[in-house]
């Protein structure tokens, strides 16, 4: 245990975010980092409280969390290093953009701020990489076995990582010209600069994975292709399709799906051409429909491009403030969360359904909208929205973005034509050992358990590349 004083005498302290003013005028990362002093004091904070629920329920990659509190207390950084890299092939990641369900969880958090755990491994990682201590580790040895991964995503990169790390081939087919899934396309800069992405795809590289870029399966190479040339195929192509909101006026120029605009900026920040008509939010009363969290990377890029006025619109009730009883600790609490991005300049409005979008000249300018209180039928089902009587208002809008989640892979002519069983929300279907229903084809990620986290996609290649290795070991030899 680090230090048995240290929950009682330390509080908490997160390192904060550059100031408003002058975050809003770059596309740089917002948070800051804690100077080493304060990282050891704060991992001092760490009970271990011997069931440590930060890793049992918390992190889905279980990592082992009390133990590197303690090394770093010790400041025996190498050590912590191998303790995080022993479950978290991707720190770097995680340690900026995982919205922690660790720390929610962590036993410390039933009576008191929970231990600053995400800042704590970006740090050991950060760290690691400015010391040196990160360098390309090739297997010493190759299997004959070749392992072709569709999408580099969380998912993908996670699989590739494994498989590679083991000594077997892998080539990493990406449809965009980078690689990296949502890590480069979706999630803004802000909260992740792309280096960081390719220093890591760089190391695998170096490493021996093979990344084929602009290369769309399906399209511009043949599931016959994978076929004839791997022994086995991954499919890690992510949940691409967006919930869409089919109400009168959707046609009207201005109403856009919250990727394509996201995408388009992330591009512009890399320097890549953007080939289809430009969204842009500057000078625009901008809406986005969809609280979540895309919806609040569109409100954090719609104030960098100088929108009039940003309103974030959800259906949902506006969560409370503290922890309800419906999700006691160490559960994930379902409790109102506000972003960097919703600081920066926004309005939020919960229990208000879009009923349609009035235009002039072929493009949007208002939405007509209503407020909604959430019923449950006297048989106990499930609540449903009823609109309230006389509430119906108008809100200036020149750019909607439509943000309510993603529905699975969609159309998709890979899957078609390796043709794939689907489960009944439509993703593709797998069974324990995340084997399709074909021979030789497996899933990974948003693509099979539907839009989730990074963290998740990232502990699912992992699993998956275990199943691979399995099935690959357990084939009969001619
Ligand atoms: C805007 C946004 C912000 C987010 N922010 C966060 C966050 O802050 N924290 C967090 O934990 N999670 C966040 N998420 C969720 C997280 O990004 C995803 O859960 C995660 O990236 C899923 O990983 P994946 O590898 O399964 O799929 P993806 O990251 O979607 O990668 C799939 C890749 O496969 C490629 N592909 C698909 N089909 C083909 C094909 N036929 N041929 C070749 N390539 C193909 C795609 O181009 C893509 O690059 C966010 C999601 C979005 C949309
Ligand atoms: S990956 Fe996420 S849940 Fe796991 S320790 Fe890091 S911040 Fe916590």
Redesign the pocket.
Known sequence: MANERGFMEIERRDPGYRPREERVKDYRAVERRLSRTQLVEQATRCMDCGIPFCCSTGCPLANVIPEFNDLVYRERWQDALDMLLLTNPFPEF?GR???APCETSCTLGINKEPVAIRQIEVSIIEGAFRRGLIEAAPPARRHDARIAV????????GVADVLNRQGYNVVV????RH??????????DF??EKWVVERRIKLMEDEGVVFETG?????DLSSRYLLDRFDAIVL?????KPRDLPIPGRELDGVHF??DF?TQQNKRNGGEAVEDAEISAKGKHVVIIGGG??GS?CVGTSNRQGAVSVTQLEIMPEPPGERPDTTPWPLWPASRRDSSSHHEGCERRWSVQTESFEGAEGGVRKLKCCEVEWVTPKDGGRPSPQKVKGSDFLLPADLVLLSMG?VG?GT???IEDLELKLDPRGMIQRDAEHKASRSGIFV????THG???????IN??FETAKSVMNWLQARPTD
């Open positions: 995680t953009i995982c919205p569709v999408g580099s995503g969380p998912a993908g990169m087919y990406e449809k965009n690689p990296g899934g949502l890590l480069r396309y979706g999630i803004p909260k992740l290369v769309d399966i399906g399209v890690a192509g992510g949940a691409e919250a990727m996201l969290d895309t990377d993603f892979p998709n002519r890979l990974a990620g948003d693509i839009a989730s986290l990074v963290v998740r996609a699912d290649g």
